[in-house]
């Protein structure tokens, strides 16, 4: 245990990391849900030209690993004069990535929804906008929130690749840390640990929600 | 240029697809046993399985990686080569991955099936081997399709460690041709090509092990 002054010592760099992982899921979990959302609702709803794009684009995030996608928006982009920082390179490929992946669970929640609803709606005078919105979407979201909670999961975990566009994030720090004091295992187990408490925090908490929200069946 | 790094691509593919079939391979070996121990072991193993399963599911890929190759050569002793690092952090994250498909299949041959094979004389190990597993297996495949997917795209984390994968090749072909949109958009094609068909490949094996009348829903029809 002769490591542990040193990582006390190590704990105001480590939280400096946290703050930015933190930071870098905040914005990309909801954002990430909003862009799954609009691409499940185009794929089920949309004509034949959108409802193909969305499918289209959704197969091809999800067949590419998420790095090579980071590495498009940050290295590759600049080659066509299209710049971005690192932090909105890494969001916005979270963003898109796991967007993707919810657009999936979106899909399957609606088309689990009978029918017969839809038809209802229209017949009660609502527009379509107006039936996804006030009928379809509220039961969708509860439906396909085991998905999407399991999908904001993963995103926690893959914001570690937010260090190989240059970010110092929990990871950065890590290896920052690691390669200083040579200490490798204790320093990424450490990091490792501070990844599983975010994970079971955001997992307990998307439980709550999932409670919240289930409608006890009539 | 870029089209010159064709052949570079395909040596990193085929390093790729060894890094992702080895690590579904390791995975597999691992998370048969520990799908199996999830359903029946004894408390004390089912809470060291429990442990086993926190840790590879809740660390970052990238992280069990450098535990396996900076960490380890941190030890006394011991040297690990990139490949096997890889290998190593993707086998062992895919076993606990594997575990939880293979709990699940199992919990979805129906309990009625067990009893009756028992009451029929079969010990434990003969119902599983006989009757459980061979179910279990086919439910498991769409899962474990998916589980190529996830791990044959993390494989792209093994440049990381230094291993001259599909993506170390690509960010070769980045520095030296300066072309680096169209060399990571190359390197995007292969990924894709090797992710669908793989899932292809594993549509086609559930096809030709298919057994009519047993699906997700006829379990129940059967019983």
């Not at chain 1, 959108?50 to 590495?71: D, H, K, N, S, Y």
């Not at chain 2, 979805?108 to 279990?136: D, I, N």
């Not at chain 2, 001259?164 to 072309?179: P, Q, T, Y």
Request: include cysteine; charged fraction near 10%.
């Amino acid at each position: 245990m002769t490591y542990l002054p040193a990582l006390i010592e190590s704990v105001p760099e480590l939280w400096k990391g946290l703050l930015l992982t933190l930071r870098l899921v905040a914005v990309s979990a909801p954002a990430g849900l909003a862009v799954g959302i609009v691409l499940g609702l185009t794929q089920v709803y949309g004509n034949l030209f959108f409802g193909g794009l969305a499918a289209g684009f959704q197969l091809t995030v999800r067949g590419v690993p998420l790095i090579v996608q980071l590495f498009i928006l940050y290295y590759g982009l600049p080659h066509v004069g299209i710049t971005m920082t690192p932090f909105v390179a890494a969001t916005l490929g979270f963003t898109l990535c796991s967007g993707a992946y919810h657009s999936q669970y979106i899909r399957g929640a609606i088309l689990s929804i009978p029918d017969g609803q839809m038809d209802a709606g229209r017949a009660m005078g609502m527009g379509l906008l107006q039936t996804v919105r006030s009928i379809i979407l509220p039961q969708v979201f509860r439906r396909a929130l085991p998905g999407c909670s399991n999908e904001i999961v993963y995103l926690i975990k893959y914001s570690s690749l937010a260090y190989l566009v240059t970010l110092v994030d929990l990871t950065g720090q890590g290896r920052l840390i690691a390669y200083e004091s040579f200490r490798f295992l204790e320093t990424f187990f450490v990091v490792g640990l501070v990844y599983l408490v975010l994970v079971t925090l955001a997992t307990s908490v998307l439980r709550a929600i999932e409670r919240r929200l289930h409608i006890p069946p009539a | 240029m870029v089209w010159n790094a064709l052949p570079t691509f395909f040596r990193g593919a085929a390093v790729t697809l060894a890094l992702a079939v080895s690590s579904v391979a390791v995975g597999m070996l691992l998370g048969i046993p520990i799908g199996i121990g999830h359903v029946c072991a004894s408390r004390p193993v089912r809470t060291m399985l429990w442990s086993f399963d926190r840790v590879f599911r809740g660390f970052p890929a990238i992280v069990l990686l450098f535990l396996a190759f900076f960490g380890a050569s941190g030890l006394p002793g011991v040297r690990i080569p990139p490949f096997a690092a890889v290998v190593i952090a993707l086998g062992l994250r895919s076993a606990a991955y594997q575990g939880q498909i293979y709990r699940g299949a199992l919990a979805m041959v129906e309990r009625g099936q067990v009893e009756a094979a028992r009451a029929l004389g079969f010990s434990m190990p003969r119902t599983m081997w006989h009757v459980q597993l061979p179910q279990a297996a086919r439910f498991s495949l769409p899962s474990l399709s998916n589980e190529y997917s996830v791990v044959l795209k993390d494989t792209a984390l093994a440049f990381t460690v230094g291993v001259v994968d599909l993506m170390s090749r690509a960010k070769f072909l980045a520095m030296r041709s300066r072309e680096i949109l169209a060399a990571y958009l190359l390197v995007a094609v292969f990924y894709f090509v090797l992710t669908y068909a793989g899932i292809g490949l594993f549509r086609l094996v559930e096809r030709s092990v298919a057994i009519p009348g047993l699906g997700r829903h006829g379990t129940r029809r059967i019983g």
